[in-house]
Nanobody, 116 residues
Framework: QVQLVESGGGLVQAGGSLRLSCAAS????????MGWYHQAPGKQRELVAL???????KYADSVKGRFIISRDNAKNTVYLQMNSLKPEDTAVYYC??????????WGQGTQVTVSS
């Protein structure tokens, strides 16, 4: 099994940047995909970005050109660099890991608040 711990959230002004980190521990070698999702109050959790074990990436249209997902295999960590932040990016951000062997695991979430 894998455990995920997110960090890096906080309060930032519109136009600013934040970098989220998601550290994985456990059976990390079996992870196929890692992703970031966000959930705003009263809304469903939505995909922000994902990265596969082959380094392919996918982004939500709303963050293309502003956010970058990357991974450091030596540190077992996935990052989400968020630039040009907008108030509508305000949400709880969750890290997700998917394995063909054991399914899906979520982190506890980290709050991102963008003030106008």
């Amino acid at each position: 099994q894998v455990q995920l711990v997110e960090s890096g959230g906080g309060l930032v002004q519109a136009g600013g940047s934040l970098r989220l980190s998601c550290a994985a521990s456990g059976s990390i070698f079996r992870i196929n995909v890692m992703g970031w999702y966000h959930q705003a109050p009263g809304k469903q959790r939505e995909l922000v970005a994902l990265i596969t074990s082959g380094e392919s990436t996918k982004y939500a249209d709303s963050v293309k050109g502003r956010f970058i997902i990357s991974r450091d295999n030596a540190k077992n960590t996935v990052y989400l660099q968020m630039n040009s932040l907008k108030p509508e990016d305000t949400a709880v951000y969750y890290c997700q890991a998917i394995s063909a062997d054991w399914g899906t695991v979520w982190g506890q979430g980290t709050q991102v608040t963008v003030s106008s």
